[in-house]
């Protein structure tokens, strides 16, 4: 099976999780004080587009590659993670940590499959944050909300990619790292 429902449940989970954690970051400040305050769907939703990709195509190509060379990969949600990420949002923090889920892959030895597998998902971001770079300098005559969401996911992805390819501990980045020492 490609992806399991309990998958699909985790990713729905996450996907829910960072549109509310991005929400206040991707939303107009209100003018109106005396307004009582409600949930913002259109913020809620516009987070979701804007961030959500990034995340879960990211894991995704994890799964896949990692599946491609012949590995048992699934998706696990990572609570701690998005109750970090919630609880910074709550306190709002300057900053934001979230790390919602990874990719588990059973029995993997390091090798250069390893950083193949771990350079797949921030390859992801590469593409989706040079996309959306390309689109935007080269695209005529974009409608103001496609501008707004491909710079959000320019800017989401830039982030995601860099942070991601940190050679350290447990990013994405040590293990492309580890992978390129054992070639030689």
């Known amino acids: 099976m490609l992806i399991s429902l309990l998958e699909i449940l985790y990713m ?18 209100d003018t109106d004080y005396f307004k009582k305050k ?34 048992s990969a ?36 390091i090798g250069w499959q390893t950083g193949i597998i771990a350079f797949a998902g921030p390859f992801v971001n590469l593409v989706l944050w040079l996309g959306s770079w390309l689109i935007l300098n080269r695209a005529r005559h974009l409608k103001r909300n496609t501008a707004i969401i491909l710079l959000l996911t320019q800017k989401i992805n830039m982030i995601l990619f860099i942070f991601n390819m940190i050679p350290l501990g447990p990013f994405d980045g040590a293990k492309v790292l580890q992978g390129i020492i054992s070639l030689f």
């Open 74 to 109: 699934t998706f696990e949600i990572f609570f701690f993670g998005l109750f970090l990420g919630l609880f910074l949002k709550w306190i709002k923090s300057p900053f934001l940590i979230i790390a919602p889920g990874a990719v588990v892959i059973p029995a993997m030895t």
């Open 12 to 29: 729905s989970i996450t996907i829910l999780v960072i549109g509310y954690i991005f929400m206040s970051f991707l939303k107009v400040p």
């Open 38 to 71: 409600r949930f913002d769907w259109k913020a809620f939703k516009l987070a979701i587009l804007v961030a959500a990709p990034g995340v879960i195509l990211h894991e995704l190509a994890h799964k896949f590659v990692a599946m491609g060379f012949g590995y």
